[in-house]
C-alpha cells in the first residue's frame, strides 16, 4: 500500500507505480516520501522555534524525524500537531545533556495552544470587587481560555526570553521558575510568576474557589492574597465570565 | 460565488499588516483553510481584517477527497463552519489524498484514475458539497509517478467529476507543466484540452528541478519561487485560448516580503489586462461581422 512507504526510512517503493516509459523510479517517489517527510518537521520547527535554536537545526530535524517516526498526525488541522513532543523530547537520550530541553518545549506547546485558543473578554477589578466580601472565598473566577501555567526546575522563563534578542544574554540565576502565559489583547504574553505565588494560580487555574487556592499558598510566608490576585487579573488569567459564587455554600 | 476575473494572492501572516496599510490593487486572497481551523485568536482576527476590502478564495488541502475510506466528518463540518463565517467567493479541494486509516500524510498525494476510483471522487465531491453548502472547484494535481492501473486520461476523469456534481475545476498551470514534464507530455496539449468552461480559478506558482534516476528532468511542485518563464508563457497560452480567468500566484515556502509578492502579481495582471482587451477586441469583431 502506498501509504505504508510513505514513511518508511529505506528508499523502497510500493508496486504498481510507473513512469511514462514504465520504468521504477525510486527518486520519483522519494518526492513523496520527502514532501510528507518535511512537512510534518517543518510543522514542529513552527511550533518548537526556541527548541530548534538550543539545540541547532541538524539535531533538531533528527529529533523532530524519530518524533514523526512514533507519532503521525490523525488530523488534518496540523495547528495542533505535535503536543506529544515534549514528552518524547524528554525520553530522547541524544538530548539528555540538555536537561531543561523538554521544559522549553511544553513552554512552546503551551503558547502554540494559548495563541489558538477561543476568544474570551477580561474579568476586570470592578467585577471582582461585585462579589460580596463574605462570598469571596467561595467563588470562582473562570481562567481565560488562553491562560496556561508551565512549571519547572529550571528557569525556562528567563531562558526563554534572553533569546528573544541577540546576543543571547546567560541566565543569571539558575533556579525553578513557573511561567504564566495570557492573552490580553492577541499576542500572548509571558511572565515568570513569584515562587510563593505559583501554588495559588495554579488552583485558581484548575478552577478551585479563591478561599482554596489561597490555602494552597498558606506555606508560604511571603504569599499576599490581595496582591498575587491583582496581579493574575491584571495579566490577564482570567476571562469576563461573571465569578461564580454557590450561594448555599457554607462549608 | 465567483471569484473576479483579477490576481490574487496567497494571504501570509506576516504581510496582514502591510496589505491593511497599503491596500494594494488585487482581486482576492487564498488561505489554506486548515491554517484557520483554530478555535480565536490572531489567524482569525487577520482573516476577518482581510475579508472586509477583499473576496477571498478558501483552499482545503487537507480533506483527502481521492482517498478510499469515508470522508472526516468532523473536516466537512470544520469546513462548513469556516464558510459560514467568512463567506469566501470560492472553495476548492484538490484530486488527491492525504489520510489513510486516520492517519494524515500532509501531503497530496496521486490515486490512479479508473471507473472505480472515479465514481468513488465522484462520490466524495457531491457530499462536500453537500456537506459545505456549496458548490466546490477541483484542482489537477501535480505528479511524480503513474499509476499503472490508470486507464483514464487525467483532463477526463476531472471532466466526469464535474459533469456528474456539478464541480468546477482550478487549473494549476504549474501543475500542468510539473506533470507534463515528468511524465513527458505535452503541456500545451494539455490546455488546449482541459475544459476551460468549467474553471473558476487559475493557480500559478514556481517549481524545484531536479533529476529521476535515469537522469531526467523532474521538477517539483515547490511554491518556494517566482513563476518560471515557461509556466508564464503555458498561463499566456490558456489566456489566448479561454479569456481572462481569477489567477492565484502561490509563493508558499521561502515567502519573501510583501513587495516581491505583489510584484509577482501585477505581472499576472498585466497578462490579464491583454487577455481582457484580445477578448473584447474579438467580441467587437464577431459582432460587426
Redesign the interface.
Known amino acids: 500500500m502506498f501509504s505504508t512507504y510513505l514513511l518508511a526510512r529505506e528508499a523502497v517503493m510500493p508496486e504498481g507505480l510507473s513512469t511514462r516509459c514504465g520504468r521504477l523510479d525510486a527518486r520519483r517517489f522519494a518526492v513523496y516520501r520527502n514532501n510528507v517527510g518535511v512537512g510534518l518537521t517543518r510543522a514542529l520547527e513552527r511550533r518548537y522555534p526556541l527548541v530548534m535554536r538550543l539545540v541547532g537545526e541538524d539535531f533538531f530535524r533528527g529529533m523532530a524525524r524519530a518524533y514523526v517516526d512514533v507519532e503521525r498526525p490523525t488530523s488534518p488541522v496540523l495547528l495542533t500537531y505535535g503536543s506529544g513532543f515534549p514528552a518524547f523530547v524528554a525520553g530522547f537520550e541524544p538530548a539528555r545533556s540538555v536537561p531543561y530541553l523538554s521544559d522549553i518545549a511544553r513552554l512552546e506547546d503551551a503558547m502554540a495552544s494559548a495563541f489558538h485558543s477561543r476568544d474570551a473578554g477580561l474579568l476586570t477589578m470592578d467585577a471582582l470587587a461585585a462579589v460580596p466580601p463574605e462570598r469571596l472565598g467561595t467563588a470562582r473566577l473562570t481562567p481565560h481560555p488562553a491562560a496556561r501555567l508551565v512549571s519547572s526546575a529550571f528557569p525556562i522563563g528567563t531562558i526563554f526570553a534572553n533569546h528573544q534578542a541577540e546576543p543571547v544574554r546567560p541566565v543569571e540565576h539558575w533556579v525553578a521558575e513557573a511561567v504564566l502565559i495570557t492573552r490580553p489583547d492577541i499576542r500572548c504574553e509571558l511572565t515568570v510568576l513569584p515562587a510563593w505565588d505559583v501554588a495559588f494560580a495554579a488552583a485558581l487555574l484548575n478552577g478551585a474557589p479563591l478561599g482554596e487556592a489561597a490555602m494552597a499558598a498558606a506555606d508560604e510566608p511571603t504569599f499576599d492574597f490581595g496582591r498575587a490576585l491583582t496581579a493574575l487579573i491584571r495579566l490577564g488569567a482570567f476571562s469576563d465570565d461573571a465569578p461564580i459564587i454557590k450561594e448555599n455554600d457554607d462549608a | 460565488m465567483a471569484l473576479p476575473v483579477a490576481a490574487g494572492l496567497g494571504l501570509k501572516p506576516d504581510h496582514v499588516d502591510t496589505i491593511l496599510k497599503t491596500r494594494p490593487a488585487l482581486g482576492f486572497f487564498e488561505v489554506h483553510a486548515?491554517?484557520y481551523?483554530?478555535?480565536?485568536?490572531?489567524?482569525?482576527?487577520q482573516l476577518a481584517a482581510i475579508a472586509e476590502p477583499y473576496p477571498l478564495s478558501l483552499h482545503g488541502?487537507?480533506?483527502?477527497i481521492g482517498g478510499e475510506g469515508d470522508l472526516?466528518r468532523d473536516?466537512l463540518k470544520?469546513l462548513r463552519h469556516l464558510i459560514e463565517r467568512y463567506r469566501p467567493a470560492s472553495f476548492s479541494e484538490h484530486l488527491a489524498w492525504?489520510?489513510?486509516?486516520?492517519?494524515?500524510?500532509?501531503?497530496l498525494?496521486?490515486l490512479?484514475y479508473t471507473p472505480e476510483t472515479l465514481d468513488r471522487v465522484a462520490r466524495h465531491v457531491a457530499e462536500t458539497q453537500e456537506a459545505v453548502g456549496t458548490r466546490m472547484l477541483l484542482e489537477n494535481p501535480s505528479t511524480?509517478?503513474?499509476?499503472?492501473?490508470s486507464t483514464i486520461e487525467e483532463i477526463d476523469f476531472l471532466a466526469a467529476i464535474s459533469d456528474r456534481t456539478g464541480c468546477g475545476l482550478l487549473l494549476d498551470v504549474n501543475n500542468v507543466m510539473v506533470s507534463a514534464v515528468?511524465?513527458?507530455?505535452d503541456p500545451f496539449a494539455y490546455i488546449d484540452r482541459f475544459p476551460m468552461e468549467k474553471v473558476g480559478e487559475i493557480h500559478l506558482a514556481g517549481y524545484d528541478e531536479?533529476?529521476?534516476?535515469?537522469g531526467e528532468r523532474?521538477l517539483?511542485d515547490a511554491h518556494a519561487s517566482p513563476v518560471l518563464p515557461d509556466v508564464f508563457a503555458l498561463y499566456s497560452h490558456m489566456l489566448d485560448r479561454a479569456g481572462p480567468l481569477p489567477t492565484l500566484v502561490e509563493w508558499d515556502n521561502d515567502v519573501p516580503e510583501f513587495p516581491a509578492l505583489y510584484a509577482e502579481a501585477k505581472k499576472v495582471e498585466a497578462a490579464l489586462a491583454r487577455a481582457r482587451l484580445a477578448s473584447s477586441e474579438a467580441a467587437i469583431s464577431r459582432s460587426a461581422a
Open positions: 486548515e491554517n481551523m483554530g478555535e480565536g485568536g490572531l489567524p482569525h482576527r488541502v487537507g480533506l483527502s472526516d473536516h470544520r492525504s489520510t489513510h486509516d486516520s492517519e494524515f500524510f500532509n501531503d498525494l496521486p490512479p511524480y509517478l503513474i499509476f499503472a492501473e515528468n511524465h513527458r507530455l531536479t533529476e529521476d534516476e535515469a523532474l517539483i
